[in-house]
């Protein structure tokens, strides 16, 4: 029965600082993800982004603690709030037993929140389709303030301001030594980052991708062409927000307990945002460094902070919100598009781009000796625009060359 | 003798319209709803406490005081934060997000502060602590009049300033077209600063007198945005004077109405009426005929409100929510969803404000 073994270097045990730094990095990836997908690409401003957050944690820890005690029997007739510690305590006892009905758990709490956040995204996209940016977002800031005001004072969800407990899928690694359980909890949540990443990565790379950078960057442009733009815009917000939900309820499996204070608009609507202008807005390997970057600030401060605090008569908690609203406004003064700037949209790979200029990398007779692959595609497009009697700007460019 | 939750309403709605006519202004002369507005506020409760309780003086100095430094650090918020922004071309996004980002760093200052007084002053109720002590007059405490005669005279002051002088008439032309007024030789930066200073200035001072009333703490300004954006979009944030009536209707509104209905009604009576009301305004505001629009936009309101009170009833730790978030025993938590409906409702159904709505036309005396 030994835990993980302790690495030190240089005073610092880094199997216990990696394993809540990868949990915490892997989080604010999904997170900023789904928020990087409404603002980055589709230009929608979510200052409410702690309610979906919220609202998946709440429901999916609400659902899924009283489920539990549902199904195993425990309780009986007791108040699920009331009796909350001594329920949920039975229930893990219970749940070490049983592996499968504590995946079961996990994927049910993850439906559920996924459901919350998408139906919360649905009602939201109501005012986002149609209200300018600036009372979008006064609006969803003060709903989401509403939120936890309801989170606190409302009871019989998660027991307002006496938080409960939710039973603990992974309790059986406990039993294995210290630190194997949240080992096992920061593989779930990096797994489930990787494939929030490559799913939202295929979907930027698709045309649809390409359709919300038109939405963004010219709204009348893409409603010309035939793209129905408040369409994408609900649909961009649902499944943002049921991603954001379903990290919410990971979030509360993995610290065990719902509470209404966690959900502050600070952490979860600052801070990614913050992760987004640190990363490059509209760019989702960009979104990996920001957070990474977020990460290390915020833990160093905290392995430094024992250090600190004797010679500072105050909390040294305090410097970090100053550190981070300082580090927001210099990176918009001095690089509002973020570390990584936003590529040009992912085009076809060479040999389908091949295909349809009619040549395999060899000369096909029609062009040009040392002609590039690029410019040889633009000339065949400019030949097609010419067959349709279009004026293309090259043409243009050319016909003022000659005149001039 | 006049009942207590008149007048704590009274002061709550005195103190809203003070809040909603700063944040209008800066919303009229910058274009960007300022997230970190609230955090103003919070500015006054501290000058109010350090004047109290820091150096033992009137608390109306602190009010004093709270105009000042609200006013200096909004100036600054604007000179050293907003304006370079602006003119590196930031677009109204970032904007947005720079002032999310000021109130984030409010919440380390005040922290500090407050650490500072507990630590080295050993005031320990800093972070949270109940109203100051206050004078009375014929039996009422003297924010029962402060407040309402500051709002008066706050009214009066703007209306003369932009009536009456050169520089309140160039504010306006400012506010209006401000390329145009460029030319015509006004000082538009200035104009700007100044808007700025004055809304700090009014949000410190609501800050300091509201710790007269009620508990407040570091959260405290920062809680009430939702009330405070609700009052400034329903005035229309193009609409000084709207935001100030709209201020006094959301403030007067919360506690009128989640205490006083419930009294009248009783729960079942109340949800029916309701709902009533709600089905029967959305019907109404689908017809065609502006008047019945608006006369269900009312309906539809009053239907919310009571609903909104049907949520008061719910079960409330009133305890912890009044240490936790500073308000008084008067005012039940929920209270907040009355704004917020209100806010939501005005913004999908008249989104230039209670003020853009054509009264003359509804009364019929103009036709189409």
Redesign the interface.
Known sequence: MSGLPELIFFGIDWVAFSIPFIEFYALYIVISLSLNLE?GYTGI?N?GKVLFIAGGAAFGGAVAGRLAAYILGVGGNEDFITFNARIITQVNADLVNDPVLAIELVVIALLVAALVGGLLGFLAS??AL??R???L???L???A??FN??L?????LIG??QPIFVPDPYYYWSTLGSGVRDLIAMIVMVVFAIAVYVFLEKVVRSPMGRTLRAIRDNEDASAALGKDNAKMRQNVLIVASAIAAMAGALYSFQVGSVEYDTWTR?AW??WP??IV?IGGVGNNSGILVGAFFFTLVLRGLEQVQPYLQPYI???V??????L???L??IM??LR?EGIIREKSSHTLNKGVLGKITGSKGGGKGDEAPGEGRLSRISRRLASLFQRRNVQTPTDQAEASKKTG | MVPEYLISALVYASLFAMMAMGLTLTYMTT???N?AYGSFVTLGIYSSYTAVKVYGSNPYIGGALGFVVGALVSALMYLG?LR??AR?G?S???L???T??????F???F??YT??LQ??LGHIDSPQFYALPDFSLWGYSGVTFAAPLSVVAIVLGIYLLFTRTKFGVAMRAAVENPPLARVLGINVDMVTTVSWMLAGGFAGYAGALLTLQLPAGTATGS?L??EI??SS?LGGLTSIFGAAVRGLIIGGSEILVTLGLGLGFGTPGAVVIGVVFLFGGILLIRSKRLRSKVVGIIFAGFGVWIVADMVAG????FM??EL??GFGPNVT??Q??IP?LI??VT??VI?QGIFSINFRRLLGRERK
């Not at chain 2, 999310?100 to 760093?105: A, K, L």
Request: no cysteine; net charge negative; hydrophobic share 50%.
């Open positions: 603002f401003p200052f109501y005012p149609r209200l940016e600036d009372y977002g006064m609006l800031l003060g709903v303030q509403f005001v309801v606190r004072t409302y009871t019989p307002g301001s600070f609507t600052f945002f913050l202008i008569f105050f909390n908690n305090w410097l970090q919100d100053l981070l609203a300082s927001l406004i918009l003064y509002p | 274009k960007v709803p997230f934060i370079p922004l590196r930031s109204l996004v970032s947005m997000i720079a999310f980002g000021v109130d984030i760093g919440i380390g200052v922290g500090v650490d500072y630590y080295n809680n945005i939702v954006f609700s979009v719910f079960p409330v730790d912890s929510y936790v978030n938590p929920f907040q969803a917020l806010m939501v913004l999908m989104p």
